[in-house]
Every structure is written in C-alpha cells, then in structure tokens.
T-cell receptor
Framework: AQSVTQLGSHVSVSEGALVLLRCNYS??????LFWYVQYPNQGLQLLLK??????LVKGINGFEAEFKKSETSFHLTKPSANMSDAAEYFC??????????FGKGTTLSVSS | NAGVTQTPKFQVLKTGQSMTLQCAQD?????MYWYRQDPGMGLRLIYY???????DKGEVPNGYNVSRLNKREFSLRLESAAPSQTSVYFC?????????FGPGTRLLVL
C-alpha cells in the first residue's frame, strides 16, 4: 500500500530564508508525486509534479522538488521565502491509477 | 473555462438531515473524485468514478452515496447527516496524470 509522511506539521521561517518541507513516500510501483498548496479557505492548487521525467522538478512561485528514489523522498524547497508563501502544503503520491494518497500537511509560517 | 466547480460553498445541517453536494468539471476528464479534509488528517478519499457510469468506494465511504450523472457531473449525497461528517469536502477531476480540485464545500452538522 502507498503512504506519504510529511515530517513536521508546522514549519516557521523568516522572510528571505530557505524553505524546506519534507516528504517521504512508500510505493510498490514507480510513483507519481505531487505537491499542492492550500491558502486559507481555498481549494488545493498544484505546485509541481514528478511523473518519471526529470528528477528535479520546478514548479510555480519559485518552488522546486527533487525525486530521490534511494531515499524515497520528494522534499519541497524554495531558496528565499516570501510572506505570500504562508499556507498549508500537501505532498501526495499516486500509483498512476486511481486516487491520490495525501500526507497530513505542513503549515508554513513566514515572519518578517 | 471554469475548471472544477462545487455548490454550495457552505452549508449547515441538523443531525439526520440529508443533502447533496454538487460537482461539475468542464475539462472533459473521465475520472472524478470526492475527498474530505479534516484538521491534521490531510485529504481522504470518499468515492471516485473512473468513468461515466462507474463508481467505487475510497478510504472513508460510510454514510455517503455518489452519482455520476454524466461525464461532467459527480454528486455526493449524505442521506442522514451526523456531526462526524462536519468537514470540508473537495471534488477533483483528473487528466492522464494530474488531479484538479474545486474550491470546496464547508459542511457543519449540528
């Protein structure tokens, strides 16, 4: 069975600092991996996805993630945080079939 | 191109009442999904429909029914609402690789 673990339910950074949100997955087949962002009282917006092409994936708003098969990880990074990055972030895995399996989410806070 | 739309945006029910949450997509996707989001739980799959005319249970189907009315529309019905069904409900549709989400319905069951 597939699963996703997001390490840290809450991450706090200063404006301009590196953002690192951690995601580890388990899957019996080569997975598709996703990061979604949710701003308060809104739906989920796709940030980026890995679907077996390049292992370093660039997304919107300056975010990127690297698929590391040996570590079963798909961590999300951004070199310099903006105040507008404050939101909840979800990592998700798909076996290329039906539904997504989501992690429990990480809330990112950005202070000035 | 509206993407995935959901109605209503917000609803308050009393225990035992019924209601239907509506979802529609205009992207010509075959697959559609219903999730619920609860604090600290992420999103959990309730039901999905791989194509028009088919539906399957997800992780948390108890207390819900669904109807895939046509390729565009996928509704979720609560026959007898319970306080445990207080949640935010998201509908999604999928192309070959990616799911796209609607804005959600906030449901409060008293």
């Amino acid at each position: 069975a597939q699963s996703v673990t997001q390490l840290g339910s809450h991450v706090s950074v200063s404006e301009g600092a590196l953002v690192l949100l951690r995601c580890n997955y388990s899957s019996s087949v080569p997975p598709y991996l996703f990061w979604y962002v949710q701003y308060p009282n809104q739906g989920l917006q796709l940030l980026l996805k890995y679907t077996s092409a390049a292992t370093l994936v660039k997304g919107i708003n300056g975010f990127e993630a690297e698929f590391k098969k040996s570590e079963t990880s798909f961590h999300l990074t951004k070199p310099s945080a903006n105040m507008s990055d404050a939101a909840e972030y979800f990592c998700a895995v798909s076996d290329r079939g039906t539904a997504l399996i989501f992690g429990k989410g990480t809330t990112l806070s950005v202070s000035s | 191109n509206a993407g995935v739309t959901q109605t209503p945006k917000f609803q308050v029910l009393k225990t035992g009442q019924s209601m239907t949450l509506q979802c529609a997509q205009d992207m010509n996707h075959n697959s559609m999904y219903w999730y619920r989001q609860d604090p600290g739980m992420g999103l959990r799959l309730i039901y999905y429909s791989a194509s028009e005319g088919t539906t399957d249970k997800g992780e948390v189907p108890n207390g819900y029914n669904v109807s895939r009315l046509n390729k565009r529309e996928f509704s979720l019905r609560l026959e007898s609402a319970a306080p445990s069904q207080t949640s935010v409900y998201f509908c999604a549709s999928r192309d070959l690789k990616t799911q796209y989400f609607g804005p959600g319905t906030r449901l409060l069951v008293l």
